[in-house]
C-alpha cells in the first residue's frame, strides 16, 4: 500500500512542477501567479503605512535584515523609495490572543508589492510569506508576481516544548520562535514542571526551583524576554504545570505535599512515574494558589496549561486517608478525585482571570465548562471533548519526538474529510500542537526533532484541508528547511556531530555528517527499550542523537531510484550511473568511519556497526544495479548476501537507528532477481511483481 502511494505522489509532483508550483510551506488559502517578476535590487525600498506601529516597524526590519544577510542587498526603509509598501488599519493589541485575526493581502507585480492586512498580527504573517517568495535565478534576485489572499485554517498552531527532562535555556526557544515565526505558527507551549526537573522560577516558593531543579530554570526576567518576544513575532506562549502527577521536582521541595510520605529526588529516568499531589490536604491548595496566582501574573495568555495526564494512581490507592475522602465525598474512584483536584484549580484559575486547558485524561464528568483539551492518546479525545462541549486541540499524531516522517505529521488532520465529529461540534476544535518531548534532546539536537517536520504540521493547521499533496509538501519542505535554517534553527548545524578523537575538521570528520545523515533514530519509544540505561545524566551525544528522524536525502533517493524502476522505456543508464556514484560516495564515507580510531569505545561500537551497515547497503545497491543494467539476475549467493545486509540493518540495535535506503535496496533486490521480467511485464504487472516478491519491511511492534 506505502509503496503505491509513493508511486503515485510522484505522478503529482510532476504534474505540479509543470504549472509551476509555488515554493511556500504553508501554502496560502489562495494563490494566482501573476506575469512577470520583481526584481529584487539596490532600488527596493520597502514602507509602512502607520510608522507609529512599533511591533510592525521592527518587524520590518527583521525582514529587510534577512534579505540583506541572504542576497547582500540593503533594503531602505526611506519614505519616498518604496517599492513595497505595506497597509495595516490598525495596531493589533500588543499582546497577540487566541482568535486574533491573522488574514492578509499580498499583491506583486513587476512595479512593486503591496501588503494589507486589518492588523499588524496579519502583516507579520504576510511578511513571513514575502520571506519565504525570495527567489534566484540567472537574472538575480526576485519577487514571483502573484496575488495572494490568505488566512488560517485553525486559530490554535502550537510547538510544545519540554524544557524540563532536558533543560532547553532560552537561547533555544528564542531561536525557535524566530522559526515558528517563518511558518505562521502561534503557539509556545513550554512545559514548565515534570518529574524530571522544575523549570520556572518562584519567588514567592523558591526552594522549588533551588531543589528541584539542578540549577537550570527559567528566571522570570527570562520568562519575560521570551514572551516579549513571542509576542513581536505575534506569538502566545502558553505556560504548563503539570498536575497532580508528573509532580517529583515540586515534591523534592515540598514531600508534606505528596500522596506517599517520600522522601523524594529529582527523577532522571524516563517513564511514568507514582509521586503525585494529594488533593486531600488543604496545604496543596495554598500552595498552588499561591504559585498560580504568581504565574498568572507572569504568564499574560488568558490559557494556563494544568497538565493531568498519566496520573497512575499508585500512590492514591495505596493511602488509605486518599481512598476514605473519595468515598466520603462520593468521588467513585481516582478519576472522579482528580475531576475534584480539576475543580479546585479551575477556581484558583477563575481567581487569577485564566482558562483551563490540560490533557485529555482531565476529560471526566463535571469537568468545569469552558476548559479546554489537548487531545494527546487518540483522536477519539479530540471527538469525546468537542461532543461534550468542551473547546479542543490535537496532538495526537503530532509527537515530533517519535522520530516519524513529515508524512505521517502531514496525513494527520485534526479534521478530515470524514471526520467523526458532528457538524455543529467543528467549530470547537480549535487547531492542533506538535510535542517537543525532551527525553532524548539536548539544545545541541532538539532542532533537528522540531525542523523541518513541524512545519509540515504548520501546513497543516494553517492551509485548506485540501492542500494534501505529500510529494508536493516534501518538495516544498526541503525548500523551507533553508529558510528555517537562515531564521536560525540549528538542524543543519553540523557542529553538534563530533565523536571523540575524531577532528570535525577531518575527512572523517566530514564523513560523519555523512554518516548522520543517512540513518535516523528508531521510531515510537523504542530507543528506551534499546538503551534502557540512558538517564538525563548521559550526554546524548550519539549517532542516534546526531541523525534527523526523516533523512530527506535519502528519502530523495529511494523516490528516484522507484522512478527509475518502473519509468516506461529502456533503463536510464545515465540515472543508474548517477545512483552508483551516490552510493560509492555514501560507502566511503561510512568506511572511513568504520575505521576511525574509536577514543569514545562503548558509544563507538554503535557507530562503527551502523557505518559498516551502511557500507553494505550501498555495495548492495550498486551490484543490483549493475544486475539491472546487464539484464544479469543476481547468483543465488549473491541474493543471499544482500538479503543478509537488508536483515542486519533491520534488526534492531543499541545503536537505536534505522536505515532508510533499505527500502530502495528491498525493492532493487526484488528486481535484480529477475531482471527480464521488467521487459516482460506490463509496468503494474511489474510493480505488483516487485511488491509481492521484495523482503517485506520489519513489522512495528509498538
Ligand atoms: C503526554 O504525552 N503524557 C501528554
Known amino acids: 500500500m506505502k509503496r503505491f502511494l509513493r508511486i503515485a505522489g510522484l505522478i503529482l509532483l510532476l504534474a505540479s512542477t509543470s504549472l509551476g508550483a509555488h515554493e511556500l510551506m504553508p501554502a496560502p488559502a489562495a494563490i494566482t501567479p501573476g506575469s512577470g517578476r520583481l526584481d529584487v535590487d539596490a532600488a527596493l525600498g520597502v514602507a509602512i503605512d502607520r510608522p507609529e506601529d512599533m511591533r510592525l516597524r521592527t518587524a520590518v526590519t527583521r525582514w529587510t535584515d534577512s534579505i540583506h544577510r541572504r542576497t547582500g542587498i540593503a533594503v531602505a526603509t526611506a519614505r519616498g523609495m518604496e517599492v513595497v509598501e505595506i497597509k495595516t488599519a490598525a495596531n493589533s493589541p500588543e499582546l497577540p490572543k487566541l482568535g486574533d485575526e491573522e488574514r492578509y493581502t499580498l499583491t506583486i507585480d513587476a512595479h512593486g508589492a503591496t501588503l494589507t492586512a486589518a492588523t499588524t498580527t496579519g502583516a507579520l504573517r504576510g511578511l513571513a510569506t514575502l520571506t519565504q517568495l525570495l527567489q534566484k535565478d540567472e537574472r538575480g534576485w526576485f519577487f514571483p508576481a502573484v496575488t495572494i489572499e490568505d488566512s488560517p485554517r485553525f486559530p ?27 511558518v505562521k505558527l502561534n503557539v509556545l507551549h513550554l512545559h514548565l514542571t515534570e518529574n524530571q526537573g522544575f523549570r520556572i522560577e518562584s519567588k514567592r516558593f523558591p526552594k522549588l526551583q533551588e531543589l528541584g531543579s539542578d540549577g537550570h530554570y527559567f528566571t522570570q526576567e527570562q520568562i519575560r524576554e521570551i514572551i516579549a518576544y513571542a509576542a513581536d513575532r505575534g506569538i502566545r506562549v502558553v505556560p504548563e504545570f503539570d498536575l497532580p502527577g508528573h509532580a517529583t521536582s515540586w515534591l523534592v521541595a515540598y514531600p508534606e505535599l505528596a500522596s506517599a510520605p517520600g522522601p523524594y529526588t529529582i527523577e532522571r529516568h524516563w517513564g511514568v512515574f507514582d509521586p503525585v499531589f494529594d488533593p486531600t490536604n488543604p496545604k496543596v491548595y495554598e500552595l498552588l494558589d499561591g504559585f498560580l496566582g504568581e504565574m498568572a501574573a507572569l504568564f499574560p495568555d488568558e490559557y494556563l496549561h494544568v497538565g493531568g495526564d498519566e496520573n497512575n494512581g499508585v500512590d492514591w490507592n495505596a493511602n488509605a486517608h486518599i481512598q476514605k475522602f473519595i468515598r466520603e465525598h462520593g468521588l467513585k474512584n481516582n478519576e472522579g478525585l482528580q475531576t475534584y483536584f480539576n475543580g479546585k484549580l479551575q477556581v484558583i484559575l477563575a481567581k487569577y482571570g485564566k482558562k483551563m486547558i490540560g490533557w485529555d485524561e482531565i476529560l471526566q464528568p463535571g469537568l468545569p465548562e469552558g476548559t479546554m483539551i489537548q487531545s494527546w492518546r487518540g483522536q477519539t479525545g479530540l471527538a469525546d471533548a468537542v461532543n461534550h462541549g468542551y473547546p479542543a486541540i490535537l496532538s495526537n499524531g503530532y509527537y515530533i519526538d517519535l522520530n ?165 522505456g529502456a533503463l536510464d543508464a545515465d540515472r543508474a550511473t548517477r545512483f552508483k556514484t551516490q552510493l560509492m560516495a555514501w560507502a566511503k564515507a561510512a568506511d572511513l568511519v568504520a575505521k576511525a580510531p574509536a577514543a569514545d569505545a562503548p558509544i563507538a561500537q554503535g557507530r562503527i556497526s551502523s557505518a559498516r551497515t551502511v557500507v553494505a547497503l550501498a555495495d548492495a545497491g550498486e551490484a543490483c544495479i549493475d544486475a539491472m543494467l546487464a539484464s544479469q539476475p543476481l547468483t543465488a549467493e549473491k541474493k543471499a548476501a544482500i538479503a543478509s545486509a537488508i536483515a542486519v540493518a533491520d534488526k534492531p540495535t543499541a545503536a537505536a537507528v534505522v536505515f532508510p535506503m533499505t527500502s530502495s535496496i528491498r525493492l532493487l533486490l526484488a528486481a535484480a532477481a529477475e531482471p527480464a521480467k521488467r521487459d516482460q511485464l506490463a509496468r503494474d504487472a511489474w510493480k505488483a511483481h516487485l511488491i509481492a516478491t521484495e523482503i517485506p519491511l520489519p513489522k512495528e511492534k509498538e
Open 156 to 182: 490554535w498552531r502550537g510547538l510544545m516544548i519540554d524544557v524540563c527532562r532536558h533543560w532547553q535555556p532560552e537561547e533555544v526557544i528564542l531561536r525557535n520562535l524566530d522559526a515558528m515565526a517563518l
Open 404 to 568: 516519524y516522517s513529515a508524512e505521517q505529521h502531514y496525513r494527520n488532520d485534526p479534521l478530515p474529510a470524514n471526520s467523526v465529529i458532528p457538524a455543529a461540534a467543528r467549530h470547537l476544535v480549535y487547531g492542533g500542537e506538535a510535542t517537543m518531548w525532551a527525553e532524548w534532546v539536548t539544545p545541541d539536537t532538539i532542532d533537528t526533532r522540531i525542523w523541518p517536520r513541524t512545519a509540515a504540521i504548520a501546513e497543516r493547521l494553517w492551509s485548506p484541508g485540501s492542500v494534501n499533496d505529500v510529494e508536493d509538501m516534501y518538495r516544498r519542505l526541503a525548500i523551507v528547511d533553508q529558510r528555517l535554517a537562515e531564521a536560525g534553527a540549528q538542524q543543519d548545524n553540523n557542529s553538534r556531530i563530533h565523536a571523540p578523537g575524531i577532528d570535525p575538521k577531518s575527512a572523517t570528520g566530514g564523513a560523519l555528517v555523512t554518516l548522520a545523515s543517512l540513518v535516523q533514530p528508531v521510531t515510537h519509544y523504542k530507543r528506551g527499550g534499546l538503551q534502557p540505561d540512558v538517564t538525563q545524566l548521559n550526554p546524548s551525544n550519539d549517532l542516534a542523537d546526531w541523525c534527523k528522524p526523516e533523512s530527506l536525502e535519502v528519502r530523495s533517493f529511494n523516490v528516484a531510484v522507484d522512478d527509475w524502476l518502473f519509468a516506461p
